[in-house]
C-alpha cells in the first residue's frame, strides 16, 4: 500500500460576513487554499488535477466537494455540474512552488476559486445556509511529480505522462465553509456631506478655538439609520477592509467623531498626519444583544449640523506638524452599517435586539470637500 501524504488545504470565504447574493451585486466566493505539507519542499511539486478536487466541476459533481443545505441538513445533489463545464480536454497540470522556513505556515501555496456561481448557483434557495466541505480526505489525485518546471502544462490529451511519485496526496484534515444565500441585497441611499472651518487659522493653545462644522444630510425618500459607533456589520472584502476599531464615524455626536475619519497632510510636502485606519470590524452576533447606542436616524432631506473642535485633545500630533505651515484636511471615505427605516423599525418595543439587520453594503461617508488651515501659536 502506497504511502499518504497530508497537503493543508482550508476552505476561505472571499466576503465577510459570508453572504451570496443571487443578482451577483457582490462577487461572494469560496476558495480552496492549498500549502504544501511535510514533503521534499525544496522542488516544484506537479500536479494533474483531471477528475480530481482540484478540477472543480468533477470535485462538485462527485462528490469530492459536498454541498450541505443546513436548514434541511441535506446534501444537495449537484450531479448538473458536470461535463459542459469541464475546464479542459486536455489534461493540466498545476504547480506548487518550492517552500523554506521562513515562510508564514498560514501563507499558502496556490488559491483556487470554487466559482459557486458558475458551478451551483441553480441548486441554492433564497434565504438559507449552506455549507461547503470534503466530501472526503481523498483528493483524486491520479498523477504528481517534483520537477523544475515553473508552469507544466501539456499540448496533447496523449502525452506519455513520466512515472508518478508513489505517495498518495491527501488532505491533512476535513475542512468546511458555510455561507447564506439571499436573492439581492439593498443599493446603499445617497447622503451629502459638507465641511466648513471657523477660520483658516488653528491656533496651538486652542484660544480661540476653531471648530469644524459638518452638515449632513439624507438625499434619500426613506428615513435611514445608521451605525455611528461601534463594530460595524457591512459586507467587506475578507482579506482587506479599511475601518475603524470601535471609531466614531462622523456622523456621531456624543463622544466627537474619531479623528481617523480624517487626513491631514501638509500641503508642501503632502506628508499624511493621521494614521490611515487599516483594522477590519466585524459585528459578531453575540448572546449580549444589541441596544440603541450608537445608532443615529436621518430623516429625508432634513441636513443634520454637527460642530467640534478641531484638534481637540491632538497635541501630541499639533507638535508633529510643526511650525508655520499650511494643512490640507479631508474626510476619509470610510463605511457605515445602515438601515433603511428609524430606530422604531429596527427594534420595535424591544430595548435590544440580538443582532442588526442585514446583510447591507457599506453606505460610503464622504465629502468632496477640501479645508486648508493654518497653525499658529
Known amino acids: 500500500m502506497a504511502s499518504q501524504l497530508p497537503m493543508n488545504l482550508h476552505l476561505h470565504s472571499t466576503y465577510s460576513p459570508a453572504v451570496l447574493d443571487l443578482e451577483g451585486t457582490v462577487p461572494y466566493d469560496v476558495v480552496l487554499q492549498v500549502r504544501r505539507g511535510a514533503s521534499d519542499l525544496t522542488r516544484p511539486m506537479n500536479i494533474l488535477t483531471d477528475d480530481s478536487l482540484f478540477d472543480i466541476p468533477h470535485a462538485f459533481s462527485n462528490g469530492l466537494l459536498k454541498l450541505i443545505d443546513l436548514d434541511s441538513k ?135 478655538p476653531t471648530t469644524l462644522r459638518v452638515i449632513i444630510t439624507n438625499e434619500d425618500d426613506r428615513a435611514i439609520t445608521l451605525r455611528s459607533s ?70 429625508p432631506y432634513v441636513p443634520v449640523t454637527h460642530e467640534f473642535v478641531l484638534l481637540k485633545n491632538a497635541d501630541a500630533l499639533v507638535k508633529a506638524m510643526g511650525d508655520d505651515d499650511e494643512f490640507r484636511l479631508r474626510l476619509r471615505p470610510l463605511g457605515v452599517w445602515w438601515f433603511a427605516g428609524t430606530l422604531d423599525d429596527v427594534f420595535g418595543d424591544q430595548e435590544i435586539i440580538k443582532k442588526l439587520p442585514g446583510p447591507c453594503l457599506p453606505l460610503i461617508l464622504q465629502s468632496d470637500d477640501e479645508l486648508q488651515f493654518r497653525l499658529e501659536d
Open 74 to 208: 441535506e446534501q444537495v445533489g449537484l450531479g448538473f455540474v458536470g461535463i459542459s463545464l469541464k475546464p479542459t480536454a486536455n489534461p493540466r497540470i498545476i504547480t506548487l512552488p518550492p517552500r523554506t522556513p521562513r515562510l508564514p505556515p498560514f501563507e499558502y501555496d496556490l488559491v483556487i476559486p470554487l466559482r459557486l456561481s458558475d458551478h451551483i448557483k441553480p441548486a441554492l434557495v433564497p434565504d438559507h445556509k449552506y455549507r461547503v466541505e470534503l466530501g472526503t480526505l481523498e483528493l483524486g489525485i491520479k498523477w504528481w511529480s517534483y520537477g523544475d518546471d515553473a508552469d507544466l502544462e501539456l499540448q496533447a490529451s496523449n502525452s506519455p505522462l513520466p512515472p508518478s511519485e508513489p505517495a498518495k496526496l491527501v488532505a491533512s484534515k476535513p475542512t468546511h465553509r458555510d455561507f447564506s444565500v439571499v436573492n439581492s441585497l439593498p443599493k446603499p441611499p445617497g447622503i451629502s456631506i459638507s465641511m466648513s472651518l471657523s477660520s483658516n487659522i488653528v491656533h496651538r493653545s486652542k484660544s480661540p
Open 230 to 299: 461601534g463594530d460595524q456589520s457591512f459586507l467587506h472584502l475578507s482579506n482587506r477592509a479599511e475601518n475603524i476599531p470601535n471609531g466614531h464615524r462622523i456622523t456621531s455626536t456624543k463622544p466627537s467623531p474619531s479623528l481617523s475619519n480624517f487626513s491631514i497632510a501638509k500641503i508642501s510636502t503632502s506628508e499624511e498626519f493621521v494614521t490611515k485606519p487599516t483594522h477590519t470590524c466585524s459585528l459578531a452576533v453575540g448572546s449580549g444583544g444589541r441596544s440603541r447606542r450608537g445608532l443615529t436616524t436621518l430623516e
